[in-house]
């Protein structure tokens, strides 16, 4: 079977900076993805990891540690738009869809 | 480019009836993915279909659900005689045949049983 943990709620300020963190439990482990999901709408793919180290994308980052079986999401210069659900989630073969995700983390932004 | 689109975007069906659910893919996509939420929770994977082909149907209830993606026309979700726990967000996903390329969701269809 797999796992996954990760906080189920972070809060923080505009401007300011947060990182999500994502262990998991599985077999076949292929990479790690990050999802934004706002108000139970359509899941907006963020990042992917399939190799140890750091992935930048704009305000977003991605880490992903093979041998410790973690991961984490950095958001920095938050913005109130940022307020959504970020799941982690693992993907176990070579078809990206083919995934298995966390129970979500819930970040809200205040101003 | 149109991207994923589902209908209808909510659904309500009496326990007992059958609910189908679309997902037209992106323009090029051949691969579709089947996920269903609960309130609170991360979505759980249901079925994998390319085009007239289960790949991987590990997350499908054994019974009242089945799913098709036909040559021609989207794909389909079918639950039969729905029951009250059926009632959940449905998600489609797909992607190319390419590999190493990200999944693209849809809005969800939103089923509610009464």
């Known amino acids: 079977g797999q796992s996954l943990e990760q906080p189920s709620e972070v809060t923080a300020v505009e401007g300011a900076i947060v990182q999500i963190n994502c262990t998991y439990q599985?077999?076949?482990?292929?990479?790690l993805s990050w999802y934004q999901q706002h108000d139970g709408g359509a899941p907006t793919f963020l990042s992917y990891?399939?190799?140890?180290g750091l992935e930048e994308t704009g305000r977003f980052s991605s880490f992903l540690s093979r041998s410790d079986s973690y991961g984490y999401l950095l958001l920095q210069e938050l913005q109130m738009k940022d307020s959504a659900s970020y799941f982690c989630?693992?993907?176990?073969?070579?078809?990206?869809?083919?995934?298995?995700f966390g129970r979500g983390t819930q970040l809200t932004v205040w101003p | 480019n149109a991207g994923v689109m589902q209908n209808p975007r909510h659904l309500v069906r009496r326990r007992g009836q059958e609910a189908r659910l679309r997902c037209s893919p992106m323009?090029?996509?051949?691969?579709v993915y089947w996920y269903r939420q609960l309130p609170e929770e991360g979505l759980k994977f249901m079925v994998y279909?390319?085009?007239?082909?289960?790949?991987?149907e590990s997350g499908m209830p054994k019974e009242r659900f089945s799913a098709e993606f036909p040559k021609e026309g989207p794909s389909i979700l079918r639950i039969q005689q729905v029951v009250r726990g059926d009632s959940a967000a449905y998600f489609c996903?797909?992607?190319?045949?390419?590999?190493?390329?990200?999944?693209?969701f849809g809005q969800g269809t939103r089923l509610t049983v009464v």
């Open positions: 989630a693992v993907r176990r073969g070579s078809t990206l869809g083919r995934l298995y």
């Open positions: 279909l390319q085009k007239e082909n289960i790949i991987d």
């Open positions: 990891n399939a190799l140890d």
């Open positions: 996903a797909s992607s190319p045949p390419v590999l190493n390329t990200e999944a693209f």
């Open positions: 599985t077999s076949g482990f292929y990479g």
């Open positions: 323009k090029g996509h051949s691969h």
